[in-house]
Structures are given as C-alpha cells and as structure tokens.
C-alpha cells in the first residue's frame, strides 16, 4: 500500500465521563431514598471523579463532565478537535458507555431529528455541522483544490445480527450485512447501504430515518432501553493534488470510481480506493478517505437489574457478551505487561470488536465517553463504568493518515510513470 501521507502518531484512547443531571423522570422512577447523589467532581480537578459509596473512590480521566455540563461543552472540549483530525485523514470512532438511561443517546445525539433544539443536539448533529462547513470553505477556496466527499451509513448489532438501518425494503428483504477482511487485514462492511450527502440537514434525516429503525422494547429499568449497538459512520473521501502546482487539473478516471448516490458496497477502511489517473507533469492526485464512527453501546447494566425474562433476556445475554468481548479486548490491549509481548487480541469473539478492530489499538483516534447517573441508586452500576472506562486509558492506537497516490495499483500508470522518470533521468545525464 502506497500510504504516504502524515506519518504515525502513537496516542491513547482518550477517556472521558459525563454525569447526568437527575431528571424529572428519574426523580418519579427512582425510589427516594436512593435519589442521593453520590458523586462529587470539582472545577479544581476537572479530571477527578468522587463516588461516596460503601467507601470512598476517586477516579481519573482526561476529563470529568458535571451534570450541569452543556451539549455544547462536550463538543468544544472533547470532539471538534477530533473532527479536525478526521478531515486531516485520520479514522475516528467515539464510543458512548454506560448502563440504561445514563445519557449515551443524549450526548451522542444518535436520535436526534431535525426538529431538535439547537442546545439539545448531541454530537452527531454537531460534528457533521463542522464538518460541512470546512468542506464549504475547501470547496469555495481558490487555492485550495481538494474535492470532498461524504456518506453515511448507520448499523445496528442486535444478538450478533448486523442490520443496516438505513436498508431499503423490510427487514426480510434486506441484504444482509458481512463483516469482511481484504488482502491487507483491513476491515470493511459488505452488503451495507452507504449513502452520499450533501449537507447537514441530510445527514439528520438519515439519523432520523435510522433511529426509528431501532430496535426498542420495554424493562423494569427504562421503557425505551436499547438493547443494542447502533455505530453511525460517516466516509470522507479527499482527492488533491499533491504538488505545489500553480494549475492544478481535475482528475480524469478511466473508469467510474464509486457511484456517485446509492452503494451497495463499503469501502475498505484504510486507503484503498484503486483509481486510475491520468498522469499530469503537474503532480499526482491522490485520494485520502478516512472514516468516522459513532457508537452508541447497549446499556452495560446486569442482567438481573432489568428482571428479563424469555426473549428479553436472551437480548440482554447478547449485549453483556458483546460488552464483555469489549471489555476483553480492551484489557488485552490496556495491560502494559501484555502489550509488550505480542498478545492475542481477542476481537472475533463478537460482532462489535470485529467491526471496531481498526478504532482500537489499531489505525484510528478514539474517545470513549462513558455516562454514568449520580444517583445512590446506580451506585454498582457507576463504580462498575468507572473501572470498565479506567481499563480502556491505556490502550494505545497508532494512527496514520490515509493517503494512496491514485493510480498506485494501476500497472499502465506505473509503466508510464517509469518511462517519464527514465526520460528525466537521461536529461539530467
Ligand atoms: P441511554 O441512551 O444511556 O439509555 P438516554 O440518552 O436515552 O440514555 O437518556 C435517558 C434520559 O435522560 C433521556 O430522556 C434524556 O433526554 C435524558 N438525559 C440524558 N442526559 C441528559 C443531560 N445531560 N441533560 C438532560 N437530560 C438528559
Ligand atoms: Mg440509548
């Protein structure tokens, strides 16, 4: 792979908590004697979390977000820079934790449609808005001659079956989603619906479309409690022209390259897109795509807190194993001891490592927000996020920028690329 662009930079996964206000809706379901809150952040030590439980535990991450905190913050402090990244060229997957109704929707803004309040939108809506409007200003610039591309598809893992949320057609009739590996390990989604946008306002409608493809059912714990993933991911596709070049020209296929609506296919996760070019003295076009994932993760409460029962409670077995593949892989690649030795990395033992193989300790930025209640009440649950989000601060990813020379796979390119440099090379003699 010709991957030329930006070199490695080696970071850890970035792991942040969010508390959420107690609602009005808590303050009716919660028993009252329960309601106490039990955490203390302070603005002195914006990376220390309190829980005063049975003992007294204090926690550290990049950053501790008090209830009071606004959507707005969130995305200023944790997210925008991560957008920057992902438009540099770089993977990036945000991961939302937590137990049933501890904010993971909310913040992550996997729901949201278009009639949202502006300061309710989470990150999705937020991130996307950034995004188009870098793209804006790179396509009206006259010195800057990238052409960007965007698509959107949005999955949901429900008991180890993929669904593309935004499939056509019933659920029967759908194509059904392959997880797959091409010759160079990287891993890429077949079958899936990936969809070009062109502005914000089309990305929520797909949201929008995709979350009411959710699946939702009823427990004890909360009417509404998802019992599966759902991974919104967004494609950027870059072409420039790698060169100082006073007239730059557009890039010529000799044959179409993706289609230009609807895909049936995703592309590859790393830079892989084979396109021929037509070679220009000027320079070489070169094609950079990067991918950003949003998960929103199954509630990571116990089972017996939800009182499952029948089908219900296979659903809930279902998530807790692929949490705990998470949580597998995450200690296998958080242990310092381990890391240095090559250790097996147990990503097939779920759907959901499979998919996120790239977003950890492998090619790609990641921030975990993990949403905890501050209520007595959730006191097991929240100690048990805190030490699942602990775990994943030391895994390191190695993140490159991904960039392939375009025409790169292809031989007549190559072959006259060779006879030009040959032809120069006389000269200079
Ligand atoms: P989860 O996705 O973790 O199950 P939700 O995001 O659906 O939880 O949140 C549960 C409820 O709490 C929703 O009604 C949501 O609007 C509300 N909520 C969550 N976080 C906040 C917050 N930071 N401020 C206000 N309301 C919130
Ligand atoms: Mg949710």
Not at 50 to 63: A, L, T
Not at 208 to 234: L, P, W, Y
Not at 373 to 385: C, D, I, K, L, Q
Not at 396 to 417: F, I, P, R, T, Y
Request: glycine share 6%; hydrophobic share 35%.
């Amino acid at each position: 792979m010709a991957s030329t662009g930006g070199g490695s930079e080696k970071v850890s996964v970035q792991v942040v908590i969010r508390v959420k206000p107690l609602t009005a809706h808590d303050l009716e379901n919660l028993p009252t004697r329960f309601q106490r809150q039990i955490i203390t952040t302070s603005p002195y030590a914006t990376n220390q979390i309190v829980v005063e439980g049975e003992k007294r535990q204090v926690f550290s991450f990049d950053n501790v977000f008090p209830p009071e905190t606004t959507q707005e913050e969130i995305y200023d402090k944790s997210v925008e820079n991560l957008v920057a990244k992902f438009i540099e060229g770089f993977n990036v997957t945000i991961l939302a934790y937590g137990q049933t109704s501890s904010g993971k929707t909310h913040t992550m803004g996997t729901a949201d449609n278009p009639s949202i309040p502006l300061d309710s939108k989470g990150i999705i809506p937020r991130a996307m808005a950034t995004l188009f409007s870098t793209i804006n200003s790179i396509h009206q610039s006259k010195t800057d001659h990238r052409k960007c591309t965007i698509k959107v598809s949005f999955i949901e893992i429900h008991n180890e079956d993929l669904i593309d949320l935004l499939g056509e057609g019933d659920e029967e009739g759908r194509p059904s989603v392959q997880i797959r590996e091409d010759s160079k390990g990287n891993i890429y989604w077949s079958g899936l619906q990936e969809i070009k946008v062109n502005n914000v306002d089309e990305v929520i409608n797909y949201l929008a479309i995709g979350s009411q493809h959710r699946q939702v059912g009823a427990t004890d714990m909360n009417e509404k409690s998802s019992r599966s993933h759902a991974i919104f991911s967004v494609t950027m596709t870059q072409q420039k022209l790698n060169t100082n070049a006073t007239s730059p020209m557009s890039p010529t296929f000799s044959r179409p390259g993706t289609p230009s609506s609807r895909s049936i296919s995703r592309a590859p996760s790393r830079a892989n897109s084979v396109m021929s070019s037509r070679f220009d003295d000027i320079g070489e076009w070169v094609t950079i795509t990067s991918k950003f994932h949003f998960v929103d993760l199954a509630g990571s409460e116990r089972l017996k807190r939800t009182a499952a029962s029948g089908d219900r409670a296979k659903e809930g077995i279902a998530i807790n194993s692929g949490l705990l593949a998470l949580g597998n892989v995450i200690s296998a690649l958080g242990d310092p001891n381990k890391a240095r030795h090559t250790t097996h990395i147990p990503y097939r033992d779920s759907k959901l490592t499979r998919l996120l193989q790239d977003s950890l300790g492998g090619n790609a930025k990641t921030l975990l927000i993990a949403c905890v209640s501050p209520a007595e009440y959730n006191v097991n649950e929240t100690v048990n996020t805190l030490k699942y989000a602990n775990r994943a601060r030391n895994i390191k990813n190695s993140a490159v920028v991904n960039q392939e020379e375009m025409g790169w796979n292809d031989v007549g390119h190559l072959q006259s690329l060779v006879i030009k440099l040959r032809q120069e090379n006389n000269a200079l003699k």
